[in-house]
Structure formats: structure tokens, C-alpha cells
């Protein structure tokens, strides 16, 4: 069998490595963010190569993968992280001509990688998303913030640069002169911003569209609603549940149809508890998090693009089930131990999913080397945290000595 080579080794990563490697696929994985890598020591993984950073040294990166052609050229080439999908669409001419290529080229990606031009789309095909304003000096931001209500979400057009910079997907802001105050902070770091309307409601009203489509149609389909995100309501998802939600499956048509898409995707809509309407949230035209659900309840998204892009066999619908869970309890847990009194999850809404049909997001007995990577990195992450903390406070306790210290000479 001709390999999948999986470029970026994150949680995402991991569920394409074991939804192709369970099913004999020769499985490569090209990583290069050693911070929250840890898919490349699964088991099903044949060869791990260490490639530069594709958003740090995209250039060096695209040379790295094509170089690798002479070992596996002809393979399956999956990005499977934001930065990994934006280099590989950019670069696809001419990585297409060493390997089969499972990605859009970048007249297509740029219009889910930009969320400006996401929403653009979503006007155009009439699909329901929140008041979107995108500022583009501090005097429009200045007009704004006096014109729309409070609260509001902060967003960035290109999510995966402003995680790498400020380690948050979006920023809440209570009043105009927070909005004002954040807006310079990430204007001065380069980066493109979206004021946008906050939909209420807790994380439950979440919906992923999971799709793969080609020719302009959706060959198979599967839904999930979320449960629960770390850190709540701006987070990422750590519980999410199997679940037809038929609301959804007309807007995530006409999205794809509308930026004429190929492949794999994943859209997430949030339903407004004022008036029950699902609104876009993000479109991902990669594998998510949680891609290892669809897999459980009967669905492999991986697989089935592996059969038509190297097999040429085309994917037909298939049915799923419902009530399968998807939990990344590491993350679920300790958000849920610091966060249960402002969300008001019970002990039994946090448990009850861990005793249903479930997968778990990365612990699996049969494959536990990324497991213990992973929480490895984690407690490193939260020492060094805790340790910086520790730092900042002897410092300002420092300072307060001394000032006590020259008033008692004075």
C-alpha cells in the first residue's frame, strides 16, 4: 500500500494515524512543534521525520517535503493542522507533483484559513452568522465600540497565528475600553481582527458538520453536538456526542458549494438561544479534534479519503450511530475542577458520559506511547507555568521590601 505521510502530530493527527493505520495503511508523520507533538510515537507510525515550523520557516519546510518524495514519493500527503493545511495549499502545484495531495489548493483554503473571508462567503450563500465588523484602523474600532452592545468577542482572521501569539483562539471584551486597548495590543503584533457579536448560550448548543464532498456534492455526512470545551465557551472541545442534527446539513452544503470545495471538511455552527437559529461559528478544511467520534460510530473520514484519493474507489453514504461520546478527559477534568461554579456543571453531568459507549481523544491501552508524551508535555507546560508565577511573584514582593525598606530609612 502506497503511505499516508501526516504533516503536524497533534490531537487531529492521532485520529488520522489510527483511523489508517487500523487499517494497514504505512503511516508517516512529518512534526515539527515539539511544545505539543505527540502523535509521532504512536505505534502505528512506520518512520517520524522532523521538518522546520511550515508558518516559522515555510520555505525550508515545503524544501523538507519535497526532498522526502525520493523515499515515499507517490503517497497520501494529510496536513492536519492550520499552519501545516495554509503551506501545503500554497505550495500544492508543486508538492502535487510528488505526491497525491489531500488539500485544497490556496484560492480555496483562503477562504476558511481568513475568517474575513469566511463570513464574506457565508453573506453570499446565505447562510446565518453573528454581526461580524472588521475594523481596519483605531478609528473604526473607535466607532464601533460606541455603536455595538456589550459584551463581544475579539476574533482573528487567522486563528492558528493568533494562538501562536497570544495562546487564546479569541478574546471576550466588556467595554470599549478594553476593545480599544486589545485592539492595539494585536494590531501591533501584525495581526487581522474581527469584532463580532457574542452568542449566548452555554457550550451544549456547539454543532459540528462533518462532510466529505466532491464534484459539488456531499458524499457522506455525520453530526455531533458538543458538551463541554477547555477553557468553556472560547475553548477547545473535550466532550462531544454523536447526534443527527439535520438543522445544520443545508448551511454546511451550501458552504462548501459555495467556496467550491473538495475533500474533507468540518464546519462548526452554534445555535442562538434568542430565536433558535444555527449561526456559523468557523469552517476547518482539515480533520478536528474530535475525528476519532466519526470513527467509532461507524464512519472513517480518513480511510475513505485514502480509498478515493489513492484507490479511486468513491466514497457512498453511510449511516452512523447516535450517543457515542468523544472525551479528552485530561483537558475536561481539570478545566471542569477550575471552572464548575461559573459554569455550573454537576459531578453527574461531568461523569455521566465516561460510563456511555465512548473514544477517548488520545488514551488508548492498544497504542499508549502518545498518551504518556502527552501528559508528559503537559506537566512540563504546567510547571514552567507555575515556575514563571513563582518568578513574578518574589519580584513584586521584592519590590515592595525595598520600598518598605528605604521608608523606614527615610
Same mark, same amino acid.
Given at each position: ?6 504533516? #503536524?502530530?497533534?490531537?487531529? #493527527? ?21 511544545? *505539543? ?60 507533483? *510528488? ?73 471576550? +471584551? ?24 457574542? +452568542? ?66 468540518? +464546519? ?82 461531568? +461523569? ?5 459507549? *465512548? ?52
Amino acid at each position: 500500500m502506497k503511505p499516508a505521510i501526516i504533516i #503536524s502530530a497533534n490531537t487531529g #493527527s492521532l485520529a488520522v494515524v489510527r483511523a489508517l493505520g487500523t487499517m494497514g495503511v504505512p503511516v508517516v508523520i512529518m512534526y515539527y512543534d515539539d511544545a *505539543h507533538d505527540f502523535a509521532h510515537v504512536s505505534k502505528y507510525v512506520v518512520e517520524r521525520i522532523k521538518v522546520p515550523h511550515p508558518e516559522e520557516a515555510e520555505t525550508a519546510f515545503i524544501d523538507r517535503v519535497v526532498e522526502y518524495a525520493t523515499h515515499h514519493g507517490g503517497g497520501l500527503l494529510i496536513p492536519t493542522a492550520d499552519d501545516s493545511v495554509s503551506a501545503v495549499a500554497k505550495y500544492k502545484e508543486l508538492l502535487q507533483q *510528488h505526491y497525491i495531495v489531500a488539500c485544497p489548493e490556496e484560492r480555496i483554503a483562503e477562504q476558511f484559513i481568513d475568517k474575513k473571508h469566511t463570513y464574506v462567503l457565508a453573506e453570499r450563500v446565505g447562510v446565518p452568522y453573528p454581526r461580524t465588523l472588521v475594523p481596519t484602523s483605531v478609528e473604526e474600532v473607535e466607532r464601533f465600540g460606541s455603536e455595538i452592545d456589550y459584551p463581544v468577542l475579539l476574533k482573528p482572521s487567522h486563528s492558528h497565528l493568533f494562538h501562536a501569539s497570544f495562546h487564546h483562539k479569541l478574546l471576550l +471584551i466588556e467595554n470599549r475600553e478594553a476593545l480599544l486597548f486589545q485592539y492595539r495590543r494585536i494590531a501591533e503584533a501584525g495581526l487581522g481582527i474581527m469584532i463580532q457579536e457574542l +452568542i449566548p448560550g452555554n457550550d451544549t448548543h456547539g454543532v459540528n458538520y462533518n462532510c466529505y464532498f466532491w464534484d459539488g456534492e456531499p458524499l457522506v455526512e455525520f453530526t455531533s453536538a458538543k458538551l463541554r470545551h477547555a477553557p468553556p465557551r472560547f475553548g477547545y472541545p473535550c466532550a462531544v456526542v454523536s447526534r443527527h442534527v439535520p438543522e445544520v446539513v443545508e448551511h454546511g452544503r451550501a458552504l462548501l458549494r459555495g467556496m467550491n470545495y473538495y475533500g474533507y471538511a468540518n +464546519i462548526e455552527f452554534k445555535q442562538d438561544p434568542r430565536n433558535g437559529v444555527y449561526k456559523l461559528m468557523e469552517v476547518n478544511g482539515r480533520h478536528n479534534n474530535s475525528s476519532l467520534l466519526a470513527v467509532r460510530c461507524g464512519i472513517n473520514f480518513p480511510w475513505l479519503q485514502y480509498q478515493h484519493l489513492v484507490e479511486g474507489e468513491l466514497p457512498r453514504p453511510q449511516e452512523s450511530r447516535d450517543g457515542i461520546y468523544w472525551l479528552d478527559p485530561y483537558r475536561d477534568i481539570s478545566y471542569w475542577i477550575k471552572y464548575y461554579r461559573q459554569e455550573q456543571y454537576t459531578v453527574s453531568e461531568l +461523569i455521566r458520559p465516561y460510563f456511555k459507549p *465512548h473514544i477517548f481523544a488520545t488514551w488508548d491501552i492498544k497504542d499508549p506511547k502518545p498518551t504518556s508524551l502527552r501528559v508528559t508535555i503537559m506537566l512540563k507546560q504546567t510547571t514552567i507555568s507555575r515556575g514563571r508565577k513563582l518568578l513574578r511573584l518574589s519580584r513584586r514582593l521584592f519590590r515592595r521590601s525595598k520600598k518598605i525598606l528605604l521608608r523606614t530609612k527615610a
